[in-house]
């Protein structure tokens, strides 16, 4: 089973800028359409990003223009840019594949204040 470790999150000002990266343990990560999730207290899980194996993109309505998703699979690592961020992109992040079939990482806090 692929261990996933997410890190990068921290506390910004709304208008800020941080970059998630996201760690899988074993090589098959990279045969997978990867995505990052997030949740927000009292909310349901949501995809925010998603990348396939051949690079192609695909982002909810909420984050488009300014979050980008990448992939460097020979490190097993998936990123996350997220620029002109907003208080309400405050969540815990997680990334796993499109259907969620990995263990589901600790994942990383992002909190933006006003």
């Known amino acids: 089973q692929v261990q996933l470790v997410e890190s990068g999150g921290g506390l910004v000002q709304a208008g800020g800028s941080l970059i998630l990266s996201c760690v899988g343990s074993?090589?098959?990560?990279?045969?997978?359409?990867m995505a990052w999730y997030r949740q927000a207290p009292g909310k349901q899980r949501e995809s925010v990003a998603s990348?396939?194996?051949?690079?192609?993109?695909n982002y909810a309505d909420s984050v488009k223009g300014r979050f980008t998703v990448s992939r460097d699979d020979a490190k097993n690592t998936l990123y996350l840019l997220m620029n002109s961020l907003k208080p309400e992109d405050t969540a815990v992040y997680y990334c796993?594949?499109?259907?969620?079939?990995?263990?589901w990482g600790q994942g990383t806090q992002v909190t933006v204040s006003s």
């Open positions: 074993r090589s098959n990560f990279r045969i997978n359409t």
């Open positions: 796993n594949t499109i259907a969620g079939i990995y263990d």
């Open positions: 990348i396939t194996t051949y690079g192609m993109t």
